[in-house]
């Protein structure tokens, strides 16, 4: 019987076919809680806007720069860094607001600039006192005029592509973020205008070091926009330059991915990373001296209004500052730190699944090794001959990541692979879609989740053949598989083998790579299955303990909150006179300590050298001590998206030792008067400063002490 008559008998096709789509996941419905506080009057009294609520976090963060107690460099990272927060949140956020917001954004964004630009200014005469030069082409001497012209004939020149924008030439395409000068020439011999524009190439270093002329201990640096503007007559030999505009776009990014086409979801996101590349330009920035007719010819082609167009005094682009700021020079930066390994596995001998068959394992990165834990649970399982299989969620996992060469590895050595790949992770696309063909090449089995949810989750499952039995050994964390963010970012993991926990996440991976509908869930909270609702329940019981006059206390570590359901439900928790305690490092549209609303709720946002990105929650439970109240960690924030619109996993942490660990955590956080942000009444913050007597996280900061209780552990 041939294969075609086989298919038409059974009414089953092995080929690729078009699958029917399956309907967008929607939230499970909820029965409204009689505890909630009223919506309209929480909007009314006690509900902030989360882009303008984003932009105070930035500030914050730009604060960080003009804080005297930060290192001269770190204060320069922190310039870099506020504006690279800032472009994402234009190339995100922008596109979807209305007028009014708009307005209040701009307004906002030209305040925070204009300080961005004065404090550049301050540090640069700071900077020369410690032997580092960042100087305009005015200030160079003769010698290193001369060396910066030949760095530009070998290093710069044939790496630009001068293009015209007259009518005679088709207008250049812009690139996404990138700087460019619109040269306006003169053509002496016909007397006519040319504009021209030049990219700045994002290959090269955005400053040129300059040796001529410097001592041993200094470091003289021209910015390669200059060296670019003052090389004109190399580029245009026989025109004369008569005006010279830097400017720099910014396109949307927010690209729907249309999923319910009959195209794979991978022919769409390849198309959308395609499309993006050509989306609406959302934002010009311009040197303050900018043509007023470049100007406008740059608006009109872009169709751009006025309110669109922000003219700069400062740098245009102050990213290129990492630069500067990874110099080596330790005076002018943060102590250096190294993570340092788990007490319980101290090197890399050590059996990983030893150690978690006897007890749960809280890690704490990045004050404890990524590499030596969580990269070792999947490259020891990829070589050992007891693993069955190895199953893993990537949301984020970089480049060069070791996680696909392990992966790799286990199936080509014949272990089963699955790996749950978001090729919708924004500005990860590409090189999860790389990812994907690598993994898919060798025979693993690649899926990318379930249709209308990102696959937001950071779980990892490794199956052992361990006599006559399986046994499973899952990682479930806070923080993506991506090993540059886990020395930057502050995120928990647990390692365990707990039978109804593993159970859950096979169960889960199950749903994520199979047809599953309906999956049961003993112990883990899986948005947008059963997450919102053991949530709610938890505060709900909060409320009960207290009016029964039982110990109740909520504690929430997250990134952002903005789910407007729980944020009700917290209102509710505090009339009912729970006290809720929030460390929330980004926006919270929960306003804390309005009267009659949330006179119980206390906010806090932590800010420092470390980006604090764990998720952890704590609820009494009836429970006078601490540690025995009932402790989650996971991958979700009490965002709408999160808990709707993501496939998200967070656990119980029932091993004693990992919550004492947990309870520090948050209480180091709820101690600290140096890096804390205090949330007022009116939903602004104002900085903790520590008393004159101060100790501990209070007067160090969480940072500072946490490093330093790791390396207590680890000396005893």
Request: charged share 25%; net charge negative.
């Amino acid at each position: 019987m041939s294969a075609q008559t086989q298919e038409t008998k059974t009414g089953i096709s092995l080929t690729r076919v078009k699958p029917k789509r399956r309907k967008k996941a929607q939230p499970p419905a909820v029965a409204p809680e009689p505890f909630l506080a009223s919506r309209e009057g929480l909007l009314a009294h006690a509900w902030r806007d989360r882009d303008l609520g984003w932009l105070d976090f930035n500030g914050r963060v730009l604060h960080e720069a003009l804080d005297e107690r930060t290192p001269l460099l770190e204060r320069l990272k922190f310039l870099a860094i506020f504006t690279s927060n800032l472009d994402e949140f234009y190339m995100k956020r922008v596109g979807l607001l209305a007028p009014k917001r708009l307005a209040e954004v701009r307004a906002t964004v030209l305040d925070q600039l204009e300080r961005q630009a004065r404090c550049y200014q301050q540090l640069v005469p700071r900077l020369a006192e410690h032997g580092v030069f960042l100087v305009e082409w005015e200030q160079l001497t003769e010698a290193q005029r001369e060396e910066a012209s030949t760095l530009f004939d070998h290093n710069v020149s044939p790496a630009l592509t001068p293009l015209g924008m007259d009518p005679a030439h088709p207008f250049p395409f812009m690139s996404n973020l990138s700087t460019n000068w619109g040269f306006i020439l003169r053509n002496p011999e016909t007397d006519e205008f040319v504009p021209v524009r030049v990219k700045i190439p994002t290959v090269l270093p955005s400053w040129v070091r300059l040796e001529a002329d410097t001592g041993p201990d200094q470091y003289c640096f021209l910015r390669l926009v200059d060296l670019i503007r003052h090389s004109t007559d190399k580029l245009f030999p026989g025109m004369e330059l008569i005006n010279a505009t830097l400017f720099r776009i910014l396109r949307n990014a927010e690209v729907e991915l249309d999923e319910d086409d009959d195209d794979s979801l991978r022919e769409v996101v390849a198309e959308a990373l395609q499309q993006r590349r050509f989306e609406p330009v959302v934002r010009l920035d311009l040197a303050s001296d900018a043509h007023p007719a470049l100007r406008q010819g740059l608006m009109d082609r872009f169709e751009l209004e006025n309110h669109e167009v922000y003219e700069l005094d400062g740098l245009l682009d102050y990213t290129g500052l990492f630069q500067i700021a990874g110099l080596d020079l330790p005076a002018l930066r943060d102590p250096p730190w190294n993570p340092l390994p788990p007490p319980r596995l101290p090197n890399e001998e050590v059996d990983i699944f030893a150690v978690i068959r006897s007890g749960d394992l809280l890690l704490h990165h990045p004050y404890e090794c990524f590499d030596t834990s969580v990269e070792d649970f999947i490259s020891d399982a990829a070589i050992d001959p007891q693993t069955v299989a190895i199953k893993m969620t990537v949301y984020r996992i970089g480049d060069d990541t070791p996680f696909v060469q392990s992966l790799v590895r286990a199936a080509e050595g014949g272990k089963q692979v699955a790996c749950v790949i978001e090729l919708k992770a924004r500005f990860d696309e590409e090189r999860n879609l790389r990812w994907a063909k690598k993994l898919e090449k060798v025979g693993a089995h690649v899926t990318y989740g379930v249709l209308g949810l990102k696959t937001h989750t950071k779980v990892a499952l490794v199956v052992r053949k361990e006599g006559a039995q399986l046994r499973s050994y899952a990682h479930i964390g806070t923080g993506n598989y991506h090993i540059k963010t886990s020395r930057l970012y502050t995120d928990v993991g647990l390692l365990t083998c707990d039978p109804a926990i593993t159970a859950d996440v096979v169960n889960l991976f199950h749903y994520l790579t199979g047809i599953a509908r309906t999956p049961q869930y003993r112990k883990l909270l899986i948005a947008p299955t059963n997450m919102r609702q053991r949530f709610l329940d938890r505060i709900e019981r909060e409320i009960e303990n207290h009016r029964a006059g039982r110990p109740a206390r909520i504690v929430a570590k997250m990134n952002q909150v903005e789910d407007l359901e729980m944020g009700q439900a917290l209102a509710a928790a505090s009339q009912a006179g729970v006290p809720v305690e929030l460390i929330v490092r980004g926006f919270c549209c929960l306003i804390a300590g309005v009267p009659g609303w949330t006179e119980n709720v206390r906010v806090r946002s932590i800010i420092g050298r470390f980006l604090e990105h764990s998720r952890i929650f704590h609820f009494a439970n009836g429970q006078e001590n601490p540690i025995d109240g009932e402790f989650i960690i996971g991958s979700a924030d009490w965002m709408h998206r999160n808990l709707t619109g993501r496939v998200e996993a967070a656990t119980p942490v029932e091993d004693r030792t990992a919550r004492e660990q947990l309870w520090e955590i948050l209480e180091i956080g709820l101690r600290d008067e140096r890096q804390a942000w205090l949330m007022q009444p009116d939903g602004s913050y104002l900085q903790s400063r520590p008393a004159p007597d101060a100790a501990g996280p209070a007067a160090v900061g969480t940072h500072a002490w946490l490093m330093e209780l790791t390396r207590h552990r680890v000396a005893i």
